[in-house]
């Protein structure tokens, strides 16, 4: 069976410090990938999603980025971490982009202070 | 506009109750629509998947679709208090997934 491991599964940085978020999957093979922002009370916000190693697709400009150096793996990552990054981020995959369910990571919490 | 709309609540219904939330959509060419169950403070999990016109049932969950009005909902049969959660709407349209922001549901014992 598919499963998929995302981590840490709480973070506190401060301002301005890099962040890195892991996610794989494992049980499948070329799985799409996402990327979802959660801020607290709101909805999901996509922020990245990739349909193969090293194919990523920005859905909001911002300060983060995305990387898949293997097939499944997915990274978040940001240089320098602001305030309003704080929330609850969600890593999900896919098979297929139609009539095919998401299935979610335990998510991180993150904290900017 | 944004693609996938729901009434935020919150709702609450007594134990027992059936519970009814709704959901549209602005793609007319979504084929793929989802409910997902969010508990506070963790990750949303599936837990039923329609594709075609009508209902389908799940135990006590039917999700009805209805394209023509783009319109998809969510009934909770003999609604029981671990059903507290936010349940979110889910549609695929042009290759995306598109998430509304949840309705939160109380079930008061």
């Known amino acids: 069976s598919q499963t998929i491991h995302q981590w840490p599964a709480t973070l506190v940085q401060p301002v301005g410090s890099p962040l890195s978020l892991e996610c794989t999957v494992e049980?499948?093979?070329?799985?799409?990938l996402y990327w979802y922002r959660q801020a607290a009370g709101r909805g999901l916000q996509l922020l990245f999603y990739?349909?193969?190693?090293?194919?990523i697709s920005s859905e909001v400009p911002q300060n983060l980025s995305a990387s898949r150096p293997q097939d499944r793996q997915f990274i978040l990552s940001s240089k320098k971490l602001l305030l309003s990054d704080s929330g609850f981020y969600l890593c999900?995959?896919?098979?297929?982009?139609?009539?095919?369910?998401?299935?979610f990571g335990q998510g991180t919490r993150l904290t900017v202070v | 506009q944004k693609e996938v709309e729901q009434n935020s609540g919150p709702l609450s219904v007594p134990e027992g109750a059936i519970a009814s939330l709704n959901c549209t959509y602005s793609?007319?060419?979504?084929?793929?629509f989802f409910w997902y169950r969010q508990y506070s403070g963790k990750s949303p999990e599936l837990i039923m998947s329609?594709?075609?016109?009508g209902d389908k049932e799940d135990g006590r969950f039917t999700a009805q679709l209805n394209k023509a009005s783009q319109y998809v909902s969510l009934l909770i049969r003999d609604s029981q208090p671990s059903d507290s959660a936010t349940y979110l709407c889910?549609?695929?349209?042009?290759?995306?997934?598109?998430f509304g922001t949840g309705t939160s549901l109380t079930v008061i014992p």
């Open positions: 889910a549609v695929i349209a042009g290759n995306q997934f598109y």
């Open positions: 999900a995959w896919s098979v297929g982009l139609n009539r095919t369910e998401a299935f």
């Open positions: 329609i594709y075609s016109n």
């Open positions: 990739s349909v193969g190693i090293g194919q």
């Open positions: 049980g499948t093979s070329n799985p799409n």
């Open positions: 793609d007319r060419g979504s084929q793929s």
